[in-house]
């Protein structure tokens, strides 16, 4: 099996089954043709946020051979250092745990209690925030003491703790009021992405480098950093889908945006 062999199989055909499932949603409650293009929307915003945010960090770890893949396994396209079937696995990773966060959350109009649209969440979610925070600077502090064997883990925690401060700050009780389905879509496509990076390890498509990880490994041989890896990837998508779908977001997101303007309109004396 190769990289683009990987992909079609366990990302594209995936896809298709799931957006079959959707649509056949759609046909039997009633086609919303705003609900399809919130969903293609979302689809083009976060694949593009995914791929900006996630490329040079990649890039970055294929130069430092945190991990690497097998030349004869790839089609021999790269940009930068890594093959054009890693950008590929990026956007679809998104359309498939999107698909599944479609299928999964429902679109929410419920209002939240004691809901302002002139407020952000990042008060009553402010310890989970910190916690994160504590988490990005032990995470740095390792990197930069330079303790290989959890350069990869730090590497990861790096790159995906500062979205996740993000989505809790700005959205945290919006998250909560939906965390039992949230939990489900995370849980079950982290479970997914275990299992078939299992096999694509073991096909040798890509290798983790022993000597910058803890090599504690799971049942089947597979880095406990992958694991983390994908859990932190499955909940950036799942967060970012449970609050596009949310009606509460946009509310927060125009109130928001709505105060912004009105500080940019004063003078400057009355800004602050």
Same mark, same amino acid.
């Given at each position: 099996? %190769?990289?683009? %062999?990987?992909?079609?199989?366990?990302?594209? /055909?995936?896809?298709?089954?799931?957006?079959?499932?959707?649509?056949?949603?759609?046909?039997?409650?009633?086609?919303?043709?705003d609900?399809?293009?919130?969903?293609?929307?979302?689809?083009?915003?976060?694949?593009?946020?995914?791929?900006?945010?996630?490329?040079?960090?990649?890039?970055?770890?294929?130069?430092e051979?945190?991990?690497?893949?097998?030349?004869?396994?790839?089609? !021999?396209?790269?940009?930068?250092?890594?093959?054009i @079937?890693?950008? &590929?696995?990026?956007?679809?990773?998104?359309i498939? #745990? *999107?698909?599944?966060?479609?299928?999964?959350?429902?679109?929410?109009?419920?209002?939240?209690?004691?809901?302002?649209?002139?407020?952000?969440?990042?008060?009553?979610?402010?310890? !989970?925030?910190?916690? =994160?925070?504590?988490?990005?600077?032990?995470?740095? #502090? &390792?990197?930069? =003491?330079?303790?290989?064997?959890?350069?990869?883990?730090?590497?990861?925690?790096l790159? !995906?703790?500062?979205?996740?401060? /993000?989505?809790?700050?700005?959205?945290? %009780? /919006?998250?909560?009021?939906?965390?039992?389905?949230?939990?489900?879509?995370?849980?079950?496509?982290?479970?997914?992405?275990?299992?078939?990076?299992?096999?694509?390890?073991? @096909? *040798?498509?890509?290798t983790?480098?022993?000597?910058?990880? #803890?090599?504690?490994?799971?049942?089947? *041989?597979?880095?406990?950093? @992958?694991?983390?890896?994908?859990?932190?990837?499955?909940?950036?998508?799942?967060?970012?889908?449970?609050?596009?779908?949310?009606? @509460?977001?946009?509310?927060?997101?125009? !109130?928001?945006?709505?105060?912004?303007?009105?500080?940019? *309109?004063?003078?400057v004396?009355?800004?602050?």
């Open positions: 099996m %190769d990289y683009l %062999d990987f992909v079609i199989l366990f990302l594209i /055909i995936p896809s298709a089954v799931l957006g079959w499932a959707l649509y056949l949603r759609f046909k039997a409650t009633g086609f919303e043709r609900h399809a293009r919130s969903i293609f929307y979302s689809f083009l915003v976060i694949s593009v946020i995914a791929v900006v945010y996630t490329t040079p960090w990649d890039n970055y770890l294929v130069a051979r945190v991990w690497w893949y097998d030349p004869e396994k790839i089609l !021999g396209i790269i940009w930068g250092w890594v093959p @079937e890693e950008y &590929a696995f990026f956007v679809l990773h998104v498939f #745990t *999107g698909l599944g966060a479609f299928l999964i959350l429902r679109p929410s109009s419920t209002q939240l209690p004691d809901f302002s649209p002139n407020r952000s969440s990042g008060l009553i979610f402010s310890r !989970g925030a910190v916690l =994160l925070g504590l988490l990005w600077i032990i995470s740095a #502090t &390792a990197f930069l =003491l330079n303790i290989s064997a959890l350069r990869y883990l730090t590497l990861i925690l790159w !995906g703790i500062p979205p996740l401060m /993000i989505h809790i700050t700005f959205g945290g %009780d /919006i998250l909560w009021h939906r965390r039992r389905r949230t939990a489900i879509l995370i849980t079950v496509f982290t479970l997914y992405f275990i299992v078939v990076d299992t096999i694509a390890i073991r @096909e *040798g498509i890509w983790i480098n022993p000597n910058q990880s #803890t090599n504690i490994m799971l049942p089947g *041989g597979l880095p406990i950093e @992958e694991a983390v890896f994908f859990l932190v990837t499955n909940t950036l998508i799942g967060f970012s889908m449970a609050l596009w779908s949310a009606k @509460e977001t946009w509310i927060r997101l125009n !109130g928001l945006i709505l105060i912004a303007l009105s500080k940019i *309109g004063r003078p004396s009355e800004r602050f």
